[in-house]
């Protein structure tokens, strides 16, 4: 079987060494409390093939280990130090080495900055040759909402662990644009146009997918009036913007500089301190959901990436952001996994992720488990995979195991609105993986989402019809 690049791996095998180097940096760090950061020097990370492990994933998941969300044929693949490779083995995995990164250069993290009112000179803010610190990205909604009064309103729907328990961290913030009318952007679910919700970076790590969020803001701004697609678009939806869904997990990463920090999950350490070297403390927001809860594909282990959380929707990045969905969505399905949402559905959702150049779909939390709406949302998925040139799939049937809990899964079990994961990026090249050259946004990644979300937010008047 030929290899299927979903998700992706936190490696690109670059095509110079340097080039290389600036693709993987990490700065490993030991926790001592939600703010400081005690850095460690660097060691080389693997790339393990685990052989036919696609039959046996729940074990290997259950090994606590990094399983990246790829495969090739029945092999998956984990990210780890030297020492993973032989405790994979160890539990009976026959195992090889795909790839070796070298340490980046380590370099002491920025200093967190996350006090004080934002100011539009934030908006400027960047790491890693061009990416937006959380602090840019809020500066850029309080800027266009200043400068498209007309087009755009401000929601803060919550706040961040950190900020939640006095500790710095951020507001939770979207931003509603559309023409507006009378009642139109309230947080009341029968709203009289559509909507079409996307989202960005519950995944910290992966930065390539809130500068999309960037992009789309100022594409459905600078465009209305302009651009016939657009202004008719925007007289008709309303489109939902969350650029930052994790920003204490961003404010991780982005402390790393020129070598980001890979932390995926959120800010929230009181589970367990301290992981290790390669551990990261914090919880999944993407395992977290309401829906299928503790089910394939999660860990109880602190310092798993795919740590669950003590329970269903315990954080309050997922109680916020589940909550402003509930207000803006109807509720049109009814309970069971067979059960299909009302034809008359109106809405679509998108969180973006990265990387490997898939789109996925309800249902990810049981392998061999479809949707009542199948057929509908499989065929946008199939047109979206035509528009990017992506693979598209349910996650079992692309990636090989099953993960409960995710924010595609619980939009469409709670509220029948359909849902859809892109995963952005290749997982070998120049602009592959989670640390993608600033250059290949406008090169590679936006000439492929921006018509695949202008596809989906005209679906969202009536995606099952």
Same mark, same amino acid.
């Given at each position: 079987?030929?290899?299927?690049?979903?998700?992706?791996? !936190?490696? !690109?095998?670059?095509?110079? +060494?340097?080039?290389?180097?600036?693709?993987?940096?990490?700065?490993?760090?030991?926790?001592?409390?939600?703010?400081?950061?005690?850095?460690?020097?660097?060691?080389?990370? =693997?790339?393990?093939?685990?052989?036919?492990?696609?039959?046996?994933?729940?074990?290997?998941?259950?090994?606590?280990?990094?399983?990246?969300?790829?495969?090739?044929?029945?092999?998956?693949?984990?990210?780890?130090?030297?020492?993973?490779?032989?405790?994979?083995?160890?539990?009976?995995?026959?195992?090889?080495?795909?790839?070796?990164?070298?340490?980046?250069?380590?370099?002491?993290?920025?200093?967190?900055?996350?006090?004080?009112?934002?100011?539009?000179?934030?908006?400027?803010?960047?790491?890693?040759?061009?990416?937006?610190?959380?602090? %840019?990205?809020?500066?850029?909604?309080?800027?266009?909402?200043?400068?498209?009064?007309?087009?755009?309103?401000?929601?803060?729907?919550?706040?961040?662990?950190?900020?939640?328990?006095?500790?710095?961290?951020?507001?939770?913030?979207?931003? $509603?644009?559309?023409?507006?009318?009378?009642?139109?952007?309230?947080?009341?679910?029968?709203?009289?146009?559509?909507?079409?919700?996307?989202?960005?970076?519950? &995944?910290?790590?992966?930065?390539?997918?809130?500068?999309?969020?960037?992009?789309?803001?100022? &594409?459905?701004?600078?465009?209305?009036?302009?651009?016939?697609?657009?202004?008719?678009?925007?007289?008709?939806?309303?489109?939902?913007?969350?650029?930052?869904?994790?920003?204490?997990?961003?404010?991780?990463?982005?402390?790393?500089?020129?070598?980001?920090?890979?932390?995926?999950?959120?800010?929230?350490?009181?589970?367990?301190?301290?992981?290790?070297? +390669?551990?990261?403390?914090?919880?999944?927001?993407?395992?977290?959901?309401?829906?299928?809860?503790?089910?394939?594909?999660?860990?109880?282990?602190?310092?798993?990436?795919?740590?669950?959380?003590?329970?269903?929707?315990?954080?309050?990045?997922?109680?916020?952001?589940? *909550?402003?969905?509930?207000?803006?969505?109807?509720?049109?399905?009814?309970?069971?996994?067979?059960?299909?949402?009302?034809?008359?559905?109106? *809405?679509?959702?998108?969180?973006?992720?990265?990387?490997?150049?898939?789109?996925?779909?309800?249902?990810?939390?049981?392998? *061999?488990?479809?949707?009542?709406?199948?057929?509908?949302?499989?065929?946008?998925?199939?047109?979206?995979?035509?528009?990017?040139? =992506?693979? =598209?799939?349910? !996650?079992?049937?692309?990636?090989?195991?099953? %993960?409960?809990?995710?924010?595609?899964?619980?939009? =469409?079990?709670?509220?029948?609105?359909?849902?859809?994961?892109?995963?952005?990026?290749?997982?070998?090249?120049? $602009?592959?993986?989670?640390?993608?050259?600033?250059?290949?946004?406008?090169?590679? &990644?936006?000439?492929?989402?921006?018509?695949?979300?202008?596809?989906?937010?005209?679906?969202?008047? !009536?995606?099952?019809?």
């Amino acid at each position: 079987m030929s290899r299927v690049p979903i998700l992706g791996i !936190a490696v !690109a095998l670059a095509v110079t +060494g340097a080039l290389l180097a600036q693709n993987t940096g990490t700065v490993p760090v030991a926790q001592t409390d939600s703010q400081t950061q005690v850095a460690q020097q660097p060691q080389e990370q =693997y790339v393990y093939r685990v052989k036919q492990a696609v039959k046996d994933s729940e074990r290997l998941l259950g090994l606590g280990s990094d399983v990246l969300e790829e495969r090739d044929g029945d092999d998956l693949f984990v990210l780890g130090d030297r020492a993973e490779g032989e405790r994979i083995r160890a539990a009976g995995f026959a195992t090889t080495v795909e790839s070796v990164m070298p340490a980046p250069k380590w370099a002491p993290p920025k200093a967190q900055r996350d006090a004080g009112p934002v100011t539009r000179a934030d908006a400027d803010e960047t790491f890693y040759g061009g990416y937006r610190t959380v602090r %840019a990205q809020h500066a850029h909604l309080d800027k266009v909402a200043t400068d498209f009064p007309a087009l755009s309103s401000l929601v803060t729907y919550g706040q961040s662990w950190r900020k939640s328990t006095g500790k710095g961290g951020y507001d939770l913030r979207a931003i $509603c644009l559309t023409k507006k009318n009378a009642g139109d952007c309230e947080q009341k679910p029968n709203s009289a146009k559509p909507r079409f919700f996307l989202m960005a970076q519950i &995944h910290a790590r992966e930065i390539t997918t809130g500068d999309m969020a960037w992009r789309w803001i100022d &594409h459905l701004t600078a465009n209305y009036g302009k651009d016939a697609e657009v202004t008719k678009l925007m007289d008709s939806t309303e489109m939902w913007v969350v650029p930052i869904t994790n920003p204490d997990g961003v404010e991780i990463v982005q402390q790393g500089g020129n070598s980001p920090k890979l932390h995926r999950k959120n800010g929230n350490d009181s589970n367990g301190a301290s992981c290790g070297w +390669g551990g990261q403390t914090g919880v999944d927001l993407n395992r977290n959901s309401n829906t299928h809860y503790g089910g394939s594909g999660t860990s109880t282990d602190p310092c798993s990436e795919i740590y669950r959380g003590p329970g269903a929707s315990s954080e309050v990045e997922t109680k916020a952001l589940e *909550g402003l969905l509930g207000k803006i969505f109807p509720d049109t399905r009814g309970d069971g996994d067979n059960t299909a949402a009302s034809a008359d559905t109106k *809405g679509l959702m998108i969180t973006l992720h990265s990387y490997t150049n898939g789109i996925i779909f309800p249902w990810s939390h049981k392998s *061999g488990a479809k949707t009542g709406n199948d057929a509908k949302i499989r065929a946008m998925a199939k047109d979206m995979a035509g528009i990017t040139g =992506y693979t =598209y799939g349910t !996650a079992p049937e692309v990636v090989g195991y099953a %993960a409960s809990g995710g924010t595609d899964d619980w939009v =469409y079990d709670k509220l029948g609105v359909p849902g859809y994961t892109f995963e952005i990026g290749a997982r070998s090249g120049a $602009c592959s993986g989670f640390l993608p050259q600033y250059s290949c946004q406008d090169s590679t &990644h936006w000439p492929k989402i921006k018509p695949a979300l202008m596809y989906a937010a005209g679906k969202a008047a !009536a995606p099952y019809k």
